[in-house]
């Protein structure tokens, strides 16, 4: 199961250009590294909770997808998927389908994930369906015109949590998804970000990819995917800026196999949270003398989620 | 389960109904976004190592994978000129040059 990217480059394109996603977005980037995973052999049925990816793969009459797509609503890719496998599994039974294997996926945002979808996530999870579900997380409702979501970082300027003279900012801390995700004690949980081609690329969201879509039953991934409309940094530093979310531990790479936690990445030099926040306009307010004490609070949030990372790891 | 709709005045099965949109798959292709662009990237191909770490970063699966697993120039048809591939190219094998 090495990850070989000469191998894995000759498989056919399963997500087509011609998409309306925005240039230099992170989650087509995503979305390629997940569908690289499926053996060249396999179907895949996948659905989209609506936001960015959803509206602008699926734009009647044109399709982005190669594989079946189901469009789906905002609180309910999750059902939509586990329903398809549901009735996969009966007419297989029934022998009504050929040989060959069929993957189900489901795509989400953060909004359509940590916020509206959650029911649906956490209750197809819950049966127990063979399916795989991808967040990838931008921090806000980027499709709508980045309004703040529970996955939006403190501090964070968005349209409904604008920073100003009295409010820094998103007040809140995010919500941590991956972790309610371990807690309903599914086969495979994991973190993961493309990352820059000195941290190995596209490696770590490939093997895990590979991992979740083959291991039976329900798994997880939540994929950082930077947005630069949302996040306000130069739209060729895109992987940069996941090197950085690792790097200073904001964004640990991490997987939980039955339970087990492995952290599957450990920054050389663990970066100040600065280096993070700096590149990015959201958090420009940050820097301005006075505010010193806001980046001390992020970091802290930051040191305290990665201590409790490191104590529940089995190789920290 | 009944087989019949209880709508009022309708007597249809439900094999009798028109499906919804059906899409045939990957019509994107019929769409071209490489008019989007401002800045073009440009594959150096003396300069370039055959690493092949660029063609999974790119945004908009413009940059092709031949049968022997070498990556070949641009689909100038779907790029919208983001720029990432250049800056992930550990051998300064892609330019970014302004559009004319």
């Known amino acids: 199961m090495a990850f070989n990217l000469k191998q894995e480059a000759k498989k056919p394109e399963r997500l087509t250009g011609g998409h309306r996603m925005c240039a230099g977005c992170g989650a087509p980037v995503v979305v390629r590294g997940i569908l690289r995973a499926l053996n060249e052999e396999d179907h895949a049925v996948v659905s989209c909770a609506t936001g960015c990816l959803e509206v602008s793969t699926f734009i009647y009459p044109y399709s982005a997808w190669t594989d079946s797509f189901i469009h789906s609503a905002f609180e309910n890719s999750a059902a939509t998927v586990s329903g398809a496998e549901a009735a996969y599994v009966a007419m297989k039974r029934k022998g009504k389908l050929p040989q060959g294997e069929t993957k189900f996926i489901a795509f989400g945002g953060d909004g359509g994930t940590y916020d509206i979808g959650i029911q ?91 991992k979740a879509l083959y291991t039976p039953g329900p798994a997880f991934i939540n994929a950082l995917a930077p947005c630069p409309r949302g996040w306000r940094y130069d739209t060729p530093r895109l992987l940069e800026l996941c090197d950085l979310a690792v790097d200073t531990c904001f964004w640990p790479l991490y997987e939980v196999v039955d339970g087990v936690y492995h952290i599957t990445y450990f920054p050389k030099e663990k970066l100040p949270v600065e280096a993070y926040l700096k590149p990015q306009g959201r958090f420009r307010h940050l820097f301005k003398a006075g505010n010193e004490h806001l980046i001390e609070n992020i970091q802290k949030e930051v040191d305290d989620r990665w201590a409790m990372l490191l104590k529940l790891a089995d190789n920290a | 389960m009944s087989k019949k709709l209880s709508v009022p005045g309708v007597d249809v099965s439900w094999k009798d109904i028109t499906p919804g949109g059906i899409v045939e798959a990957g019509t994107c292709r019929e769409f071209k976004t490489g008019d989007w662009r401002s800045v073009k990237p440009v594959w150096k191909q003396d300069a370039c190592k055959q690493c092949l770490l660029c063609f999974p970063v790119c945004p908009d699966s413009s940059i092709p994978i031949n049968k022997d697993g070498k990556r070949e120039d641009f689909d100038y048809d779907y790029c919208k000129g983001c720029g990432v591939c250049a800056n992930v190219c550990p051998f300064h094998a892609i330019d970014m040059v302004d559009e004319d």
């Open chain 1, 120 to 210: 649906s996530l956490s209750g197809a999870m819950e049966r127990g369906h063979n399916m795989l579900y991808v967040c990838y997380d931008n921090g806000a409702y980027m499709n709508t015109g980045i309004q703040r979501s529970s996955a939006t970082p403190k501090y964070a300027d968005t349209t409904t949590s604008p920073a100003g003279k009295v409010v820094p900012g998103k007040p809140q801390s995010r919500k941590d998804l991956t972790m309610i995700m371990v807690n309903h004690n599914i086969p495979y949980v994991a973190q993961t970000s493309p990352l820059g081609s000195k941290k190995g690329g596209l490696k770590d969201l490939h093997e895990k990819a590979q």
